[in-house]
């Protein structure tokens, strides 16, 4: 299967996984097992479950305890274990048994980002939040560093006790009030016996330590990656609780089973808010364990934030599709680490490189494009040869290819004596452009750009070229802006749920990073990244924010409040553009971007019960089995309600027109959480060829938690469209309050993954 690259990170290709692996039983793999509980039967604790399952697997495993090695309790009931093929028919046909799901392969997917969320020390809504105070978050990945000062406790108060949850750090690492709790749920390795030795949850490899210091690291003053981005370096919600769960290895990707087992235990430890930066690609989601997990998450009350993927531009390259969790798309932010590129004809284009140790001064250096012939590897610097071209003391055009791998794309010229670096974007990426390591001088500079030092390199017989590194330098730019490499929809497993729904910073984060070699270096490491995977602990940090400002929201009234009050203008007052230079579309950036004081106050919000995503589910077409698949407990739909995916009351709405279906209407419902007495009034904006009807245009209100509906039709007015999606808003007007829900219409909506 495909599986995501990591979004910051560059894996080794020679992956082992450990789902075929038992100590040399080449027929034994890991399978998830659902199962189905008796009435009868009580089970009282995470023991009970554990020994009830052993029991079932003890008449078809040879050795049922050490075959087994995840319970799930709390998100599914079922456990992970491995087995051989004739085990797996024999459990098949057992009066418990549910489903099978193969143990498939997932990977994991800030100085001044806060102020660009517009969060002020000492001021507005941050203050009015306490900065999250109380709240505890809980990130899945690849475990913590509490040595780090970004998560050092000084005047953290002590765990609340709802958090149940224990410590697995080993000596000289410990919990404290900030790192409240520590678990790892993966094997370092297994002995002949079938004893089992965890991996202690200390993250060696960086990506959870900056993920975690996004959402809710503590106030590090003169905090930098190398010089750059310096000033003070401060999580979201810097005054949560972290509760870290390892379920990844450090250099292997992660496994279906550990990341189920992650979040059910951080789900019965207690925390509030699950940040997820990691999945895999779109499956149905009865087959999606994580979306599997996350539901379960959701009836117990748990907000979950989830990376979108790193897969852009293209469509429907969205990985987090779930409507119960927020599916979290990328930003960039005012901040650039500039590069600016000098030709030998005076012209000068602006780009990014973390490069900053020194450049070339006043001098101009040869300039040499070793892709002139079109070989794709030779133009992208990836061939370590350079085509035959003689690179040394020259600064070095590349052209495409992966932007990820612009590290090693310096590395190998730096290798060849070659002086410096140029990457332009190829069309598809665009304007996109971000920081990254770089081991020569170098600058990344977009597609308009490249094109203009190509026909520069042409025009004369001896170009020449110098970079000049101008350090960080914040404003003068538009943002913020949809890069090239953030997941875009529609969903194909619930085309009428639009996704991504929120945009956050991802494009150029500062965070905390473990220092190398486990020293104790005097100063704090710092990195800066781009990825989903940074814009998913912002919007947890966000959600922390809410969740300690309004402590009886559900998670689906804080995930509304989040994408109607979102900002779908930039910095400049003009639409948010994507890659292209043009203005991005909702499957792009979902409703918008984040603007956390904004969503404190949304007026209105759209909120939805555990038992409404299941009407959901059933309204997707699945049978009664698949279902039982994604709930816990049993369920059968002709007992529900059964709703649509296009009427479940999600805060984006989306038109799901065919060639035969010209007409449609939904109906929402919203709660009144802002002045007790108010009136909204509808203002609509749609595409041509499309009329709506809202029924009725008023709202009003005369307490808080009042409910009040309202019905939208749609119908197409024209015939054929040369667009295949089209785009507008509906917004409920108040004195005080504008609550935006964006309408995405699809003209010839394909039928759903099933």
């Not at 102020?115 to 709240?135: A, D, P, T």
């Not at 990344?444 to 026909?455: S, T």
Request: glycine share 10%; charged share 15%.
């Amino acid at each position: 299967m495909i599986i995501f690259l990591l979004l910051f990170f560059i894996l080794d290709a020679n992956i082992i996984s450990c789902a075929d692996i038992d100590g040399g039983a080449s027929k034994l793999q890991s399978y998830i097992i659902q199962v189905k509980q008796p009435k009868e039967l009580v089970l009282s604790s995470t023991e009970d479950f554990r020994q009830w399952h052993i029991s079932l697997l003890e008449s078809t495993a040879s050795s049922a305890v050490p075959r087994l090695y995840h319970s799930y309790d709390t998100v599914m009931n079922g456990f992970a274990a491995r087995l051989n093929q004739e085990e797996l028919d024999s459990i098949s046909k057992a009066e418990w048994f549910v489903y099978a799901h193969q143990n498939n392969i997932q990977t994991l997917e800030t100085t001044h980002s806060n102020s660009f969320l517009g969060l002020n020390y000492g001021q507005g809504f941050w203050n009015i939040s306490n900065y999250g105070k109380g709240v505890v978050i809980g990130v899945v990945d690849n475990g913590g560093r509490p040595d780090h000062p970004s998560f050092d406790d000084d005047g953290m108060p002590p765990p609340p006790p709802k958090y149940t949850g224990g410590c697995d750090f080993l000596p000289p690492y410990s919990c404290n009030n900030k790192i409240i709790g520590a678990r790892t749920v993966v094997e370092l390795f297994r002995t002949p016996t079938g004893e089992v030795i965890p991996d202690p949850p200390l993250d060696n490899f960086g990506h959870a330590t900056m993920t975690a210091s996004v959402a809710t690291g503590r106030l590090v003053k003169n905090a930098s990656a190398g010089g750059n981005a310096l000033g003070s370096a401060v999580g979201v919600a810097p005054l949560a609780h972290l509760a870290v769960y390892k379920v990844c290895h450090t250099n292997i990707p992660c496994e279906d089973a550990d990341i189920l087992q992650g979040i059910n235990t951080a789900v019965r430890d207690g925390v509030d808010i699950l940040s997820l930066s990691l999945g895999g690609p779109q499956v149905p989601l009865y087959m999606d364990l994580i979306a599997i997990g996350t539901l379960g998450a959701i009836e117990k009350g748990v907000f979950v934030s989830k990376s979108a993927g790193n897969f852009g531009p293209g469509p429907s390259s969205v990985t987090s599709v779930g409507p119960w969790v927020l599916s979290v798309a990328a930003g960039t932010i005012d901040r650039s680490i500039r590069a600016t590129v000098k030709l030998g004809n005076g012209k000068e284009f602006d780009g990014e490189s973390l490069y900053q140790s020194g450049d070339f001064g006043s001098a101009m250096l040869p300039l040499v494009y070793p892709g002139a012939n079109g070989d794709p590897n030779v133009t992208s610097c990836m061939d370590e040869k350079f085509g035959g071209v003689d690179i040394k003391g020259k600064i070095v055009l590349c052209e495409g290819g992966n932007i990820w791998d612009k590290t090693l794309r310096s590395t190998l010229i730096k290798n060849a004596n070659g002086a410096g670096m140029i990457l332009m974007n190829d069309a598809t990426y665009g304007y996109s452009k971000f920081p990254q390591e770089d081991h020569v001088p170098s600058s990344h500079v977009d597609h308009q750009a490249g094109l203009e030092i190509k026909a520069y390199l042409k025009s004369t017989q001896n170009p020449t070229a110098t970079i000049i590194q101008k350090g960080t330098i914040i404003g003068g730019i538009r943002a913020p802006t949809i890069p090239s490499f953030s997941s875009k929809g529609p969903s194909l497993v619930s085309p009428a749920i639009l996704k991504p729904d929120i945009t956050g910073p991802g494009v150029g984060i500062l965070g905390a990073f473990p220092n190398p070699g486990d020293s104790n270096l005097t100063t704090p490491k710092f990195v800066i990244r781009s990825g989903t995977s940074l814009s998913c602990p912002q919007l947890a940090g966000v959600a922390a924010l809410l969740k300690s400002a309004h402590p009886d929201w559900t998670p689906a009234m804080i995930k509304s409040a989040i994408m109607t009050t979102a900002d779908v203008l930039d910095n400049t007052g003009n639409p948010i553009i994507d890659e292209t230079g043009l203005p991005a579309s909702y499957f792009a950036m979902g409703a918008g971007h984040v603007n956390p004081t904004k969503a404190n106050d949304p007026g209105l919000v759209y909120d939805i019960k555990p038992e409404d995503y299941l009407r959901y589910i059933c309204g997707l077409g699945y049978n009664n089995s698949m279902i039982n698949y994604l709930a816990k407990h049993s369920v059968n739909c002709e007992m529900l309600m059964t709703t649509t995916d296009e009427d479940l009351n999600y805060p984006s709405i989306t038109v799901p027109f065919t060639p035969t279906i010209t007409k449609f209407s939904t109906t929402r419902e919203v709660t009144n959480v802002g002045e007790a007495v108010s009136t909204y009034w509808a203002d609509i904006e749609m595409p041509e060829g499309v009329e709506l009807v809202v029924q009725p245009t008023k709202l009003s209100f005369t307490q808080l938690n009042e409910k009040q509906k309202f019905k939208l039709t749609f119908t197409k007015t024209s015939g054929d469209n040369a667009s295949k999606s089209a785009q507008g808003y509906i917004k409920w007007v108040s004195t005080n309050h504008v609550v935006c829900s964006p309408i995405s219409i699809i003209f010839d909506q394909p039928p759903p993954l099933n």
